[in-house]
Nanobody
Framework: QVQLVESGGGSVQAGGSLRLSCGAS?????????LGWFREARGKEGEFLAV????????KYADSVKGRFAISRDNAKNTVYLQMNSLKPEDTAVYFC?????????????????WGQGTQVTVSS
């Protein structure tokens, strides 16, 4: 069993930056584990943001965050990060990390084996 724990959320003014972390406990990620970040704003459906394949450095982003957000991982710490720059009020949401043993396309549609509990990000104008 894998537990994912997000951290790093908070409140920031528009134009600011935050770095979210997602640490895994219980088991280390295998080389083909796909990890991703999603968000859910109040009253809206969940939105895929970014995905990374653990040991292959294959990365994909949603168009809405491309150029502003960056996903990365630290093998030694068994942790995946989401660096968020140039934040906008519309980025306000609960951010979740997720892991899948399947494929990028599977995770992109929200089919994950594991989910974190979420961390709130609030961007004020």
């Amino acid at each position: 069993q894998v537990q994912l724990v997000e951290s790093g959320g908070g409140s920031v003014q528009a134009g600011g930056s935050l770095r979210l972390s997602c640490g895994a406990s219980g088991r280390t990620f295998s080389s083909n584990t796909v990890l991703g970040w999603f968000r859910e704003a109040r009253g809206k459906e969940g939105e895929f943001l970014a995905v990374i394949v653990w040991n292959w450095m294959i990365i994909k982003y949603a168009d809405s965050v491309k150029g502003r957000f960056a996903i990365s991982r630290d093998n030694a710490k068994n942790t995946v990060y989401l660096q968020m720059n140039s934040l906008k009020p519309e980025d306000t949401a609960v951010y979740f990390c997720a892991a899948s043993a399947a494929s990028i396309s599977t995770l992109q549609v929200g089919e994950a084996d594991y989910w974190g509990q979420g961390t709130q990000v609030t961007v004020s104008s």
